[in-house]
């Protein structure tokens, strides 16, 4: 169970249980949640606290919110833990993240089908054996607002690591032929990106019998051309956001549709 504070705060986040909606969007940097709310109807803020940054406001009616992860998955499990426990039930991750495939190009879109559990955080919930997989609901919304946006994108997995060094500057590390096997072997498999978050999103969201899905900016173009004046332009995460809001606009109306609870269902 969450920790809550005396006051009902929950011990991290520092929001109280009704004051996100259902639909939560995640991007790493609590610089970018009021750019992303900025896009909600009737945007407010909720709560700053270490890392989390909360705000919310409405899409078409429905309650919905912004909280900022941090970096790397032993912060993002924690605030999903405790936005769950303040009545949250779906998640999007919104994040930036490197090319891992030659046709992907600086700009594009990565829809997140699962995650490599290249970290450590996601052991503590279940066995390696066990997929980290993004519902399949959200994805395809997702999937769908990224054709809404008519912005390129890509459906795969993404690779999550702990060690955002280890994957630029394998080779200065005592362990780096393991990290460049590594490394050879998820480009093989078809991996689309590298990020940090996506896989303990998942399973902790697998635990705790809620909806997850991820949606990434790419950058960095994987054979290291200079990006184009067009790529530069691309690159901006306002195109992620379109993504993620288009998503989320879908996820309502087929959950409006299904008769599924719109508002956060709070004990």
């Known amino acids: 169970m969450p920790v809550f504070e005396p006051d009902g705060r929950l011990h991290h986040i520092a929001i109280r249980p009704g004051d996100v909606g259902r639909y939560v969007l995640l991007p790493g940097d609590p610089g970018r949640v009021e750019r992303i709310a900025s896009r909600f109807d009737n945007p407010r803020f909720v709560a700053s606290h270490r890392e989390y940054v909360t705000w919310t406001g409405e899409l078409d009616g429905v ?4 909280t900022s992860t941090g970096i790397g998955c032993p912060s993002t ?32 879109v990565g829809v997140i089908t699962g995650g490599i559990r290249d970290e450590g955080t996601s052991r503590h919930y279940l066995p390696i054996e066990y ?41 200065r590390m005592p362990v780096g032929p393991e990290l460049n096997r590594r490394w050879d072997a998820w480009m093989a498999g078809g991996a689309i990106c590298s990020e940090m978050e996506a896989a303990t999103l998942f399973i902790v969201a697998s635990t705790l019998r809620v909806r997850a899905g991820g949606v990434m900016l790419i950058f960095q173009n994987l054979d290291h051309t200079v990006p184009t004046p067009e790529e530069i332009a691309a690159a901006d995460v306002e195109r992620v956001i379109d ?25």
């Open 131 to 171: 997929p980290a997989v993004a519902d399949i609901d959200v994805t395809v919304a997702l999937r769908q607002g990224a054709r809404d946006a008519g912005i390129p994108f890509h459906l795969g997995v993404a690779q999550s690591k702990d060690s955002f060094y280890g994957q630029h500057e394998p080779n």
């Open 77 to 108: 499990a924690i605030a999903v833990e405790e936005l769950v426990g303040a009545g949250a039930e779906t998640f999007i991750r919104v994040g930036t993240s490197g090319a891992m495939q030659r046709h992907i190009r600086t700009g594009d």
């Open 243 to 267: 993504v993620a809001i288009a998503g989320v606009r879908r996820l309502i109306a087929a959950d409006r549709e299904a008769g599924r609870p719109l508002t956060p269902v709070v004990a």
């Open 63 to 66: 309650p919905v919110s912004c």
